[in-house]
């Protein structure tokens, strides 16, 4: 499988790209990566997807959100979530269907914290939530047999690898669509 990963550089998408090694990986970042690129300008990602052909998946873990006690929280530190996680993967899908093979798969990354918040986290739950939002709703609109799904960790510490890394592999190799994998939830 040739599979675009964004945010290859970062602590779970190091673990995703080692993991995913036997098939043709492309990665992509702001800085790093095969490719630099940001997924929030619309412009960058067009330019993205002209360097590239034939891609069967797309996964993403990139994206920043501020957290912060609620009463200190502000306009500007809630929109960096929506500028900088948010849009940017709505971005990667409006552009990614219309350039990934027929029958491919998008994965996107949101976060435990979208459906068991704790304090201090309403910068980053709100987000989360809205990605898991789009992705149950684009779903159902998807062309060409086009799949698309969300991963929702905990902590990756918390999670070990095995059960985030087994959550990719059900997005590339099953048929599920419209779906919210929860990864580390109930650990202790
Ligand atoms: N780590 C966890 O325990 C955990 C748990 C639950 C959810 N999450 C979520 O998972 C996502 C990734 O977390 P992480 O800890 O792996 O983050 P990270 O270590 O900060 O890595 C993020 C990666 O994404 C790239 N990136 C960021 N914005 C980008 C953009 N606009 N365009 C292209 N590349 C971009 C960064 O590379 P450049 O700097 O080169 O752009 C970096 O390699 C976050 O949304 C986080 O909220 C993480």
Redesign the pocket.
Known sequence: MKILI????????KKVTAALKAHEVIT?????GDIM????SPTAMESLFKQVSDIDAIIC?????VTGPLPEMNKAQFMVGIE??LW?QINLVLSGMKYLKDNGSITL?S??MGELPAKGSSG?AFVNGAINSFVMAAAQEMPRGIRLNAIS????SDTGGDELIAAYVRCLETAINGEIIRVGYYKQ
Request: aromatic share 0%; hydrophobic share 25%; net charge positive.
């Open positions: 964004i945010g290859a550089g970062g602590t779970i998408g992509v970042g702001r800085n790093t690129a940001d997924i929030s873990t990139a994206g920043d959100s900088q996680k940017p990354i976060g435990k980053k960790p905990s902590k990756v």
